[in-house]
């Protein structure tokens, strides 16, 4: 391909961190680029504790650890996201209970929540789409008033806000991806983000194989004991060197990604039958997916081929996690979430990463005019 969909975005700094950390003859977790990261995260993100991850999947899987889930409890999510979000529930013998999303911002639609709810409810899962922002004023009422655990799947979420709160800021726990595809990479990486003090404490020994080991370096303790269940969920410092390398050049890769964002908007807004990401105005996404939604799934698909044979790789997503051989042995049938299963066959996404040229872009959109006149 001419022009790939994704490609890893480094800052050239990577490396040298990298080999700082490889000198130091310390290698394993929580060291000094772990508390880089998870301070600068802390301090930019409005978050209370956050945790590296080693990836956004294990993330997810630390807060269900901790919600301590049963067998028949039930987690309230959308069906238009990637298999993590709903595995890390099933590990724990939880039901995901899939909610249909708006026609907009293909997140959660607010107004069907509320009927999912029953006695087995204990956990609701909204997904930020593309860094765009659930209607959270809705969600977090829902959660409030049936006790509910509120988990931000917030992978493509980071910098992105609902009104003056940031993505990941608003869940009693949320997690962050930071997979190649993502804003902000590591190779595979995550944070688990929790935002309730109280929480803390007991995340932390989940994070650390169940033990108190943290404590332990802290000096708060003379020895480290094992004391709740808990794996391994933390990343070497390698990931973390490489992960600070990113986060130094955030600002420099958010404005590059929102400029390319605006200009695929301005460059294909006109088109007719072409519809372009929307967003309410009170909120800021972080420019991490640019989609388009054709007329029909049979138009999609043509624009993806004839993109195809320009050399420009153009994909689409997400499947509906109800319509894949797990969803159907939940009990789920096609025909179910019919706002997830048509926009899942319409929408295409085009190449964004910070290094895409505005020269290459301009190819992809004129690929698009091609297609749609
Ligand atoms: C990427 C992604 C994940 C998983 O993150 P990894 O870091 O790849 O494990 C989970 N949920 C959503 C919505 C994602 O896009």
Redo the contacts with the bound molecule.
């Keep these: 391909m001419k022009i790939p969909f994704n490609s890893a975005s480094l800052t050239k700094k990577e490396l040298e961190y990298v080999t700082e950390v490889l000198r130091s003859g310390k290698i394993s977790g929580n060291g000094i680029f772990s508390k880089k990261c998870t301070e600068f995260i802390q301090n930019n993100f409005g978050i209370k504790q956050a945790f590296l991850t080693t990836?956004?999947?294990?993330?997810?899987e630390a807060i269900a650890l901790f919600l301590d889930l049963e067998p028949g409890d039930e987690v309230i999510m959308p069906s238009f996201?990637?298999p993590?979000?709903a595995n890390a529930f099933l590990l724990r013998g939880a039901i995901p209970r899939f909610c249909d999303i708006r026609n907009d911002t293909l997140n959660l639609d607010e107004n069907l929540i509320e009927a999912l709810i029953n006695e087995n409810t204990k956990a609701l899962v909204p997904?930020h789409?593309a860094g765009t922002a659930c209607e959270m004023d809705t969600i977090c009422a829902l959660t409030k008033q049936y006790k509910l655990a509120l988990v931000e799947?917030a992978?493509?979420g980071i910098g992105g806000r609902y009104k003056d709160r940031f993505l990941g800021s608003m869940g009693d726990m949320s997690?962050f991806?930071?997979?190649e595809?993502?804003n902000i990479i590591s190779g595979?990486?995550?944070a688990l983000l929790i935002n309730d003090e109280e929480m803390v404490e007991r995340a932390e020994i989940i994070w650390e194989k169940g033990t108190n080991r943290t404590k332990f370096f802290r000096g708060e303790i003379d020895k480290y004991t094992w004391v709740d269940v808990g794996s391994s969920f933390l990343p070497s410092e390698l990931n973390a060197a490489f992960l600070w390398a990113q986060f130094e050049h955030l600002k420099e890769s958010q404005d590059r990604r929102n400029f390319l964002w605006k200009r695929y908007n301005e460059g294909l807004k006109d088109i007719k039958g072409l519809d372009l990401p929307q967003h309410p105005e009170d909120i800021i996404h972080n420019s991490y997916i640019f989609h388009v939604i054709l007329p029909n799934g049979e138009m999609r698909d043509g624009l993806m081929k004839h993109l195809k044979t320009l050399g420009i790789l153009a994909v689409f997503h997400?499947i509906p996690l109800h319509s894949f051989p797990v969803g159907h042995s939940l009990g789920y049938r096609e025909g179910e979430l019919p706002i997830t299963e048509d926009m899942s066959k319409r929408l295409l996404r085009l190449p964004l990463f910070h290094t895409l040229k505005e020269k290459e872009q301009n190819e992809v959109i004129k690929g698009v005019r091609q297609y749609m006149q």
């Design positions: 990836s956004g999947t294990s993330a997810l996201t990637y993590s979000t997904v789409y799947d992978a493509h997690a991806s930071f997979h595809t993502k595979e990486g995550g997400y």
